[in-house]
């Protein structure tokens, strides 16, 4: 039961647009649309930012984003900001039942 | 309000067993899944099961199978996380987070608590 595939680490200067993949297998990110993804900023709780590939909860900014292509789901952070510094992590449901998190993406305001 | 408060930090000896509560309120039990996830330091994320207290389930992550079981007291909304046959790698911090049925994400987490394995 690996972790799903996501990049170390991303960067970005105030203002850009980031994205953050998350690669799996046909029996989790591709095989459903039960992918979310949690930020946990510094000393922090995560805290949802995505759900159900594209949804954002209620109060997250409009900022995020969700897509998903195949067996790889992607969040998009438009409009960089010094507070999006932080780890991102996806989780997948898979078809065991199970569920998986990526292996963690730290995301860096230059 | 919805509170998810679990038990204090722990420390056992390599081979012990451990048992992590996290005493739910503020919402109807029966209505939302009770994951477990853990932190070890500078580490990600890690899945280990989930309780599913609309009907009483578990299911356990692969890597876990052997050694977690997850109970519940239904009087008192707590769900139960005990980890048997610790080693060191085992010291983390150990999330409890709740999903509501159907909805496939965990919107509301648990303060953690300190698992410290060592000798």
């Known amino acids: 039961q690996s972790a799903l595939t996501q990049p170390a680490s991303v960067s970005g200067s105030p203002g850009q647009s980031i994205t953050i993949s998350c690669t799996g297998t046909s029996s989790d990110v591709g095989g459903y649309n039960h992918v979310s993804w949690y930020q946990q900023l510094p000393g922090k709780d995560p805290k949802v930012m995505i759900l159900e590939v594209t949804n954002r909860p209620f109060g997250v900014s409009t900022r995020f984003s969700g897509s998903k292509s195949g067996n790889t789901a992607s969040l998009t952070i438009s409009g960089l900001q010094p507070e999006d510094e932080g780890d991102y992590y996806c989780k997948s449901y898979q078809s065991s039942g199970t569920y998986v998190f990526g292996s963690g993406t730290r995301v860096t305001v230059l | 309000q919805v509170q998810l408060v679990q038990s204090g930090a722990e420390v056992r000896k390599p081979g012990a067993s451990v048992k992590v509560s996290c005493k739910t309120s503020g919402y109807t039990f029966t209505n939302y899944l009770i994951h477990w996830v853990r932190q070890a330091p500078g580490e990600g994320l890690e899945w280990m099961g989930i309780?599913?207290?609309?009907?009483?389930?578990?299911i356990y992550a692969r890597n876990f199978q052997d050694r977690i079981t997850l109970t519940s007291d239904t009087s008192t909304s707590t769900v139960f996380m005990e980890l048997s046959s610790l080693r060191s790698e085992d010291t983390a911090v150990y999330y409890c987070?709740?999903?509501?049925?159907?909805?496939?994400?965990?919107?509301?987490w648990g303060q953690g608590t300190l698992v410290t394995v060592s000798s």
């Open positions: 987070a709740r999903e509501g049925v159907g909805t496939w994400y965990l919107d509301f």
């Open positions: 309780f599913k207290s609309d009907i009483g389930d578990t």
